[in-house]
């Protein structure tokens, strides 16, 4: 038998063996902590490219900007303006394409499972409505899996990988057109499939690629469609657009142009300058404008309202105008709140630690693995998040007394949603009239519906108290709920493939 030090492989008089550290990328091994030497703790890709974004000011750059006059100088800026109005409003429509086909796929998938529950209540065929249930959350991700193995840089939110360009790496792949569409249609089926997944981090990624890509007015994908647009070919103005499109597509997802201003200023980007701060607030504001007008249009007829701004809205936090005693919160509110951060803090703390073990775990045991047996992982994990949510509606359901007021609220405040918006995804799974099923409620809906629940209808309330801040602390400890459940399912499933 040959040694095995300073090589991959084993090899004897039959055959060679070579170990799984083949297949890992240099940054798996530096996560995983398994180099040896400390000039491998750096090991740069041979696909990874380096971007420039410093200005080389040499004579033909001086003769060059000499040339240039005021009115070339104004045009330029005017059509960057422009070109930052049309990568909001795109970024915008993106969101708009995912989240119409999510809420289509959801209501067909939960009108089908909803109609087989009620009559195989009565002659006892639930297995038939499980069935059907799996059937399409295992298609949806099924598709959503192909989808990654047709583009493995779409996996994930693309988060790391634009803040990677932002900073000067560019990943081969991280701002195609390709790439945009296998995220696009990945988030849209892995969200229709049940899983406990959301829409929003993948809409900076999305807004990335379309701030690449637009300004060039051409594609790698698309090579036979050539147009002459002489402006913004260096990777600096590209960088510019690129953070403009990442700050929209938080923008979009939360309906928040500041916020995304933020993101893009503070996490994003290393290189900044003041009038870039500018452009990426407009671009931030048409693409909250844009996602507000067609959803709003959309989904309640009435064209020019603005009532969504966001992917995700749950609802307007309003006194009643009979009360004037009302206030949304008090000073007595503020310890809570405070209470709410620490919580939130420490749960945030030990879910990061666990995901960052569960990361790991996964880049020794599955990823070296081939291909197919990844797509068995997330088949894996829909067929178990599946039956647990479907057993637990079932089972661990309880009826619940519907809101009859016109305005749901309590004698602090009003939350500005009729009783038919929020009646209207109840779930009464097993209950008689004027009742229905609170777990099924909460996994029988999309996830937006599911919060607006949780904040609107009374009887979810978990404590008998009318404070705006435990009403806020139930939700978040629900939600981390969800999310550690969903963690405990990952890891019995990585245990099954292992094993």
């Not at 016109?406 to 602090?412: A, E, L, P, T, V």
């Not at 009239?433 to 978990?462: G, K, V």
Request: proline share 3%; charged share 20%.
């Amino acid at each position: 038998m040959a040694g095995c030090r300073g090589s991959l492989c084993c090899c004897c008089r039959w055959c060679c063996c070579c170990g799984e550290r083949e297949t890992r990328t240099p940054e798996e091994l530096t996560i995983l902590g398994e180099t040896q030497e400390e000039e491998d703790e750096i090991l740069p890709r041979k696909d990874y490219e380096s971007l420039d974004y410093d200005r080389c000011i040499n004579d033909p750059y001086l003769e060059v900007l000499e040339t240039m006059d005021n009115k070339k100088g104004r045009r330029y800026e005017a059509v960057k303006w422009m070109v930052v109005f049309a990568i909001g409003v795109c970024t915008g429509l993106v969101g708009l394409f995912v989240d119409f086909f999510v809420r289509l796929f959801t209501q067909l998938k939960f009108g089908v499972v909803q109609t087989s529950v009620e009559e195989c209540s009565l002659k006892g065929c639930l297995a038939l409505s499980l069935l059907e249930l799996l059937g399409f959350n295992l298609t949806f991700v099924f598709l959503g899996s192909l989808l990654v193995l047709i583009e493995p840089v779409a996996a994930g939110s693309g988060i790391p990988e634009i803040k990677c360009y932002l900073n000067g790496v560019k990943i081969p792949g991280i701002v195609r057109l390709r790439t945009l569409l296998c995220k696009a249609f990945g988030v849209l089926f892995s969200v229709a499939g049940g899983l406990f997944v959301g829409k929003e981090g993948p809409m900076i990624h999305s807004g990335a690629v379309v701030g690449a890509g637009l300004p060039q007015f051409q594609s790698i994908s698309l090579r036979k469609i050539q147009i002459n647009f002489p402006y913004f070919r260096s990777d600096r103005d590209k960088r510019d657009f690129v953070s403009a499109g990442a700050a929209a597509g938080v923008a979009a997802a939360f309906g928040a142009p500041i916020g995304g201003t933020l993101f893009s200023l503070e996490e994003g980007s290393s290189f900044w300058n003041q009038g870039l701060t500018w452009k990426v607030l407009f671009c931030s504001m048409s693409a909250t404008f844009t996602l507000n007008f067609f959803r709003s249009g959309i989904q309640f007829g009435s064209w020019g309202s603005f009532q969504l701004p966001g992917l995700l809205n749950f609802g307007e936090f309003k006194c009643s105008d009979s009360d004037k005693k009302c206030h949304l919160w008090t000073a007595m509110d503020l310890g809570f709140f405070v209470v709410m951060g620490v919580i939130g803090g420490l749960l945030g703390a030990t879910f990061n630690c666990l995901n960052k073990r569960l990361a790991k775990y996964r880049m020794r045991n599955v990823h070296p693995k081939p291909k197919l047996v990844r797509v068995f992982e997330s088949l894996l994990v829909s067929l178990v998040t599946t039956v647990v949510v479907f057993v637990a509606s079932m089972v661990l359901g309880e009826c619940r007394q519907m809101s009859p007021s016109s305005q749901i609220g309590n004698d602090s405040f009003l939350l500005q949603v009729t009783s038919e918006d929020v009646n209207s995804s109840i779930k009464t799974f097993f209950c008689p009239n004027e009742t229905y099923n609170d777990m099924a409620t909460l996994f029988f809906n999309p996830q937006e519906s599911a919060i607006l629940q949780l904040f609107h209808q009374d009887a979810l309330s978990l404590w008998p108290c009318s404070s705006s801040s435990i009403s806020c602390l139930r939700v978040g400890l629900t939600a981390f709920l969800f999310q550690a459940a969903f963690l405990c399912l990952l890891c019995c499933v990585e245990l099954l493939l292992d094993v």
